[in-house]
Every structure is written in C-alpha cells, then in structure tokens.
C-alpha cells in the first residue's frame, strides 16, 4: 500500500441554494472530499490540515456555486520524506509551496487555491516557486486557472503530466508534450461542490497503481460521475466552478 499525504484544509461549508431557498451547513474542503475519495479506493491517506476547518459560505444559482472565504488556518507539514505521495488541494494559500522543495515522489498539485489566493492579492497570473515546478508530477487546473499560471510554467509542466478540465468539453491530459483527450460524461446534480477533489483523488490514486494516465483519466471520470449522481445537466469533469472571494 502506497503511503499518501493529503495536505489541504476542511471546512464548514454553508450552503445557500438560491432557487429553493435552502441552508446547508455541512462538511467540506478540498481535504474532506479528497481523503473521501481515496478511502473509497482502498487507500488509507494521512492529513496535515490547519488547525481549525476553513469557514467557506457558498451560493449555488444556476449550476454555479460562489462563495465567499470566511477563514481558514495555515498548514505547516514536517516528514514529508516517508511518503510515497503528496496530494495538495486548497481552498487559498494557507500552504506554502517552497516546503516541499525536494519531495522526491509522486508530487500533485491542484492550483485552485493559489489562483484564488493570487487574484484576491491583485496578481494578474500565479507564478509556481522555482523550487517546487521541477518536482510537480501532476498540475491540475481548469480552463480559467490555466490562463491565471505564467505560461513558462504551464510549458514547463506538460512535459511531465498537466490535467486540465474542461466542463462539457471534457478533460486535456499532457503527458511528456503529448496531448491525451477525454470525453465528458453527463449527470444532472444539485451542485458540483467537491467534484473537482475528487477527480485529482481518483486520478493520483490510480496512476500510483497503474501508471497510466488514459487509465486514470477514466477511472477519475467514472468515480466522479458516481460521486455527482448520488446528489441527483451537468458535465462530470466540470470543476466546482466556484468563485470564492475574501
């Protein structure tokens, strides 16, 4: 069994389904959904999370969520040299990149919160520290996101593995400069809240196995069509497409 890491935040995720007029309080994060989903693999994840749950409320209108960061707690993370895999999703910067300089194994980065926390600043684009980029395994962005990272890096990163997800159009995969393109599935949930999570979870936990990335890809499209039809027309590989502020 491969020893992953999941460093990201919880939080209390409250929930305003403006079209019915519904409130939600309920669990959530980048960290919840990803130990979710790996568990649900057959792996047993450690955490290195912050001290208190982010506190995030969320609008969902018209198949978007929005939502706006209340809190959320630093992360700080020691050992990282005994695992086999690091999974980093967060819902700002609340972890600092240049710590895991000279991570050796497999290295996977969702850029969500960096993108978030960049634009809150006033930043036109995130740029990833030098001193990570070389040893990022997988980046994994959305459309939006993909324009907000300085395009030197993005270039840099294809020629390892960069996952970008698309909605209804479905999911790019580059892989050593080669491009590998997945077709979406449908499903018609609430809300996509999570999806994005557990996608990246899906997609590391079977590339660990398989070191296929056309495998994982799929794999992560079935787990997510899975995940979004027990909450009842959306795109599987749609990203939460959440605009979170502060």
Known sequence: MKK?????????DVVLYQETGERVIT????AY???KALREQGHEPKLATGKEPAIIDITV???KETGIIRSVSGITVQGIEEFDAILVSTVADEFLLPELSGFLGVLA???QGYVRAAKIKGMKKFKIPESVLPNISILKANESELRNLQDGDVADQKKRILIVTMGEKGVDIYEKDNLIHLDALRVNPSDTIGAGDVFLASF????????????????AIQLVREFLSRRGSQTITQEENTDVTE
């Open 109 to 111: 980065i969702d850029v």
């Open 4 to 12: 992953i890491l999941i460093i990201g935040s919880y939080a209390r």
């Open 27 to 30: 669990e959530g994060g980048p």
């Open 33 to 35: 959904w990803i130990q």
């Open 204 to 219: 590391v936990g079977d590339y660990l196995h398989s070191r296929n990335v056309s495998i994982a890809g799929k794999c």
């Open 61 to 63: 209108s018209g198949g």
